[in-house]
């Protein structure tokens, strides 16, 4: 089992949906979870950053982290073609080789006007 | 302006001669990364620094080589030993807060 796993999709979606990307993971030390953007040929750009569980929202994003399940979400409201992207979880254990991040394979968004 | 630069954006080389690949971050950050990209793997960590002077391998480091003179710079050398090194290559700097910042990449073509 890899230490997280990320559907890569397609996913194609209408313009002004609410899209749901996830990822779980293996491994019950990570405490630190991020999401990335990133357009095609672009550097990710870090869009959300949440420690241990609980929610956090910020415009019409929200990220989801549900430790007992070993399950993260992160949702975007009121969709725009400007969304499409490809998605990337990233999570890290806190201690040991510190900062050491574990990526998804990232989820490739298209949203249509 | 702050943030972390790549040079160049593309770069194209004849198997058998090393590369190197500039990063260059004024961010104050101490924690520096490289990552390799390759359609459908996923992002993986070549090496990473934690302080000036000492880095440490990821988990693709054979054929690569990284020195950390300074804070703000952290080349990578692609060797001649790297098997297949045509990639999307990202450098990454932080606090070491676990969240990292990317720069804009260099795209490597080998032939």
């Known amino acids: 089992q890899k230490e997280v796993e990320q559907d890569p999709g397609p996913l194609s979606v209408p313009e002004g949906a609410i899209v749901s990307l996830n990822c779980t993971y293996s491994n019950s030390a990570f405490q630190y979870f991020m999401w990335y953007r990133q357009y095609s040929r672009k550097g990710p750009e870090l869009l959300m950053y949440?420690?241990?569980?609980g929610n956090k929202e910020d415009g019409r994003f929200t990220a989801q982290v549900d430790k007992s399940s070993k399950y993260i979400s992160l949702f975007i409201r009121d969709s725009q073609p400007s969304d499409s992207a490809t998605y990337l979880c990233?999570?890290?254990?806190?201690?040991?080789?510190?900062?050491?991040?574990?990526f998804g394979k990232g989820t490739k968004l298209s949203v249509k006007p | 302006d702050g943030g972390i630069t790549q040079s160049p954006k593309y770069l194209f080389r004849k198997e058998g001669q090393n590369v190197t690949l500039s990063c260059e971050q004024n961010l104050n950050h101490d924690a520096m990364y490289w990552y390799r990209q390759d359609p459908g793997q996923g992002l993986r960590l070549i090496y990473y620094?934690?302080?000036?002077?000492?880095?440490q391998k990821g988990d693709i480091a054979e054929g690569y080589s990284v020195s950390r003179e300074k804070k703000e710079s952290f080349p990578l050398t692609v060797t001649s030993a790297q098997k297949n090194p045509t990639a999307f290559y990202l450098c990454a700097s932080g606090y070491g807060s676990y969240e990292q910042y990317f720069g804009p990449g260099t795209r490597l073509t080998v032939t």
């Open positions: 990233a999570m890290s254990a806190a201690g040991g080789s510190q900062g050491n991040l574990i």
């Open positions: 620094s934690q302080i000036v002077n000492d880095f």
């Open positions: 949440t420690y241990s569980s």
